[in-house]
Structure formats: C-alpha cells, structure tokens
C-alpha cells in the first residue's frame, strides 16, 4: 500500500458522518507498477488451472474504452491490485507474481514461499490513493467493499470454467492481502448448472440510473438468498421494495420473503446513500446491515469484504434473471436498525444494489463511465 496502515474504527465513523468530501485529487496510475518485465500468461494444458481465462473473465480490463476491470468499482476507480502465488499443475512456473489488468500481463516477483498447494492463489490489495481521489474520507469502506466484490468476480469466474472449488480468505489482520481466494485446477469436475457462463460474467454491468420496474417477488427472492448465502452471517439482508405495495422484506427461516416492515423506505434511502436521489424510484433496494458503531477493526474489514463479495454474487445472479442491478456504496447516517425500531448503532447499512426491471440500455462503455461516476459526483 502507498499509505500508512489506517485506523478502520476512525476511518468508518467519519465515512459515516455528515462531512463532505473535499474536491478530487489525482488518482494516479491505473495499475500498481510491477517490477521487471512483462510476461505472457500461456494457454493452459490438461489438468492445469487456466489462469489466463480467469483473471480475463474477472480482473481484466475488457475493453478499448478504458473500462478498467470487469468488476464494478466505486467511481470506476479500479483500487484493487492482484498477486498471483502460483503453485503445480499452473500454465505459469510456480512463483509470486503481479498481475497488471491492463495488458493482461504477470511481472514475475520472486519464488513461491514455501510449497503452495496446486493451482493459484490470488491475493487483492488496494492503491489507497485511487479511491481517496474521488471520495476522500469516504474511501476506506469502499475500498474493502471493492476488493470484496474482486473476491466475488474471481469466485465467479473459477466457477464458470469449472475449475475446483475456491477457497476464500476475507478474515485476515495484515495490511496486506486484505482478501485471497485459493483457485485449484479442475478435477474433471462436471459444469456446474447453476455456474454462470463466461459470457454472462463478461456482459454483466452497473444499470445506469434511472433504475425502475420493481422485479417479481420471485426474483427478489432468489437475489435476496444468494446475498444472506454469501453473507455467511456477517450482516443482515433485506430488500426495500417499491410500488405496488412498498415494504421491507426479508428471508423467513423457511426460505420465503417475509414483511420486515411496512411503508416506504426508498426515499430515505436516497437521503442516506450520499442524497443520489435516484434511488428514491429504484424498483427494489437489496440492503446489508449490521457492522454496530463499537465494532473492532478485524470485524468491521470482515464485514465489508463479505458484503463487496455479496452484493456482487447478488448482481450476477440478479442479472442472470433479467433483472438489472447497480451497486450503491456511499452510506452516511444509515442507522436501519434504529429506524426499524432496534437500539441506535447497531445496524448500519454496509452495502446496498439497487435493483430494476426497467432501464436504459448501455450506450458506450466510456459513455456509461462517465455518467456513472457523475451520478456518484453529484452526490459529494
Ligand atoms: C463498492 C461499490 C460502490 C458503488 N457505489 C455506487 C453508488 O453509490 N452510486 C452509483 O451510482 N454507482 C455506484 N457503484 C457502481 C459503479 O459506479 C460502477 O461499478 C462503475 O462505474 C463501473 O461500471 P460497471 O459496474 O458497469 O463496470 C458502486 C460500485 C461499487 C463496487
């Protein structure tokens, strides 16, 4: 990292807080300078883990228009920076590696240390100074939600090439990695059905605002389970639903959506997540909460990382259903709980994806950057 090590309790409270972020500052390079020089990652033979495919289908930058990542970002800020620790049966000699996403390239950076297991482990770090840019105080939770929605995008797409199941790491204390996934070759494993495909990990988007049409109960459902699965208990998961019947529901034991509470929450919601008031007509506004105000660093990482990773399994799995989704980051007063009539404090809205049925399609992908990044400018 280019900074000192933060102090999370600090930096989440004054996230939280009514200040304003200061103007932008330079964000610096796109992709942390790896030393050495740049090495092609070949194709994969049998039995090997094709890390070319994945970190394509998740980590690599996708288009000429400058998109940076196919991950969802704050601000399109791109903060998270992969290391690869690449084991056996890896088209790449086993080794430590930095992986620059824009000329899909490793700079190798010494051995592996010690014996690492088959296959690869990725390990995501942020550049501070990227994020900051844009957010200022603000930056620390994104970041983590970033690096966790990164986590997402690999799981994703190990998932979709078959490759064995990942292991995921988002509890650790150092400054750096802040997440890993361990990725094994395939074992001849059979594609998974419920996997999505490369295709749909490479279409999938942030909807740009407005973001109508409130999706079927059904639907709702089903992003509401992968989100509360995902979550592994970290937070609570609930989604403000709009017009017919505006309400808040949430996962019944049983698997169905129970009333949480009853009248309308989206306004609110626009107010607290930086006053983006298109969230007040969004169809449906998934939400984790939790992460108390005397919550330690090591849990207030944790919960971020797990919800980034959440919310971007919800997205594609939401997407996969036709329904479109964009991230929402930015949350300052958002005590849920207490205004769901709990103690104050204690449920704090982490992440939020807001959900549509109806909107406009994607002009350009650099169009769609920048009107994506104005709508979160307009907000600070
Ligand atoms: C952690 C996180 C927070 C985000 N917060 C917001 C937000 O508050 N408002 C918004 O309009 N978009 C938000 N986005 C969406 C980004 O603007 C979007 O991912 C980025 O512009 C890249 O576009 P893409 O997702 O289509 O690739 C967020 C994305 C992430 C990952």
Request: aromatic share 4%.
């Amino acid at each position: 990292m280019d900074l000192p090590p933060v102090d999370l309790v600090a930096a989440l409270a004054r996230a939280r807080s009514r200040e304003q972020p200061g103007p932008d500052t330079p964000a610096g390079p796109a992709v942390r300078a790896w030393p050495g020089p740049p090495r092609h990652l070949p194709e994969a033979g049998p039995g090997e883990l094709d890390l070319g495919r994945l970190l394509r289908l998740s980590l690599a930058a996708a288009d000429r228009a400058g998109r940076l990542r196919p991950t969802p970002s704050a601000g399109a800020l791109h903060p998270v920076d992969a290391q690869l620790v690449v084991g056996g049966r890896c088209p790449l000699p086993p080794g430590r590696y930095g992986y620059d996403p824009l000329r899909h390239r490793v700079h190798r950076l010494g051995p592996e240390p010690g014996a690492a297991l088959p296959g690869a482990r990725i390990e995501l770090s942020v550049t501070p100074r990227r994020t900051i840019s844009h957010y200022g105080h603000r930056a620390w939770p994104l970041m983590l939600l970033d690096t966790g929605h990164a986590a997402a995008a690999l799981w994703l797409a190990a998932r979709a090439l078959s490759a064995g199941p990942p292991t995921l790491l988002l509890d650790g204390t150092d400054d750096e990695p802040l997440a890993a996934l361990h990725i094994a070759p395939s074992e001849g494993t059979r594609r998974d059905a419920q996997a999505p495909t490369p295709r749909e990990l490479l279409a999938r988007r942030s909807a740009p605002p407005p973001l109508r049409g409130t999706p079927p109960r059904e639907e709702l459902r089903a992003v509401l389970t992968t989100a509360t699965e995902a979550g592994a208990g970290e937070l609570a998961w609930c989604v403000a639903v709009g017009a017919p019947r505006p309400e808040l529901v949430e996962l019944a034991p049983d698997g169905t959506l129970r009333r949480l509470a009853s009248g309308e929450a989206r306004p609110t919601l626009a107010a607290w997540a930086a006053g983006q008031a298109w969230l007040a007509d969004a169809g449906a506004v998934l939400l984790g909460y939790g992460c108390p105000r005397d919550a330690e660093a090591p849990r207030i990482r944790r919960a971020h990382l797990r919800a980034g990773f959440a919310v971007g399994l919800a997205h594609v799995a939401a997407s996969r259903r036709g329904v479109a989704g964009r991230p929402v980051g930015s949350w300052q007063q958002a005590d849920l709980g207490a205004a769901l009539g709990g103690a104050p404090g204690r449920g704090w809205i982490v992440h939020g994806l807001a959900l549509g049925t109806i909107h406009s399609a994607h002009s350009t992908h650099s169009d769609h950057s920048a009107r994506s990044v104005q709508s979160e400018e307009e907000t600070s």
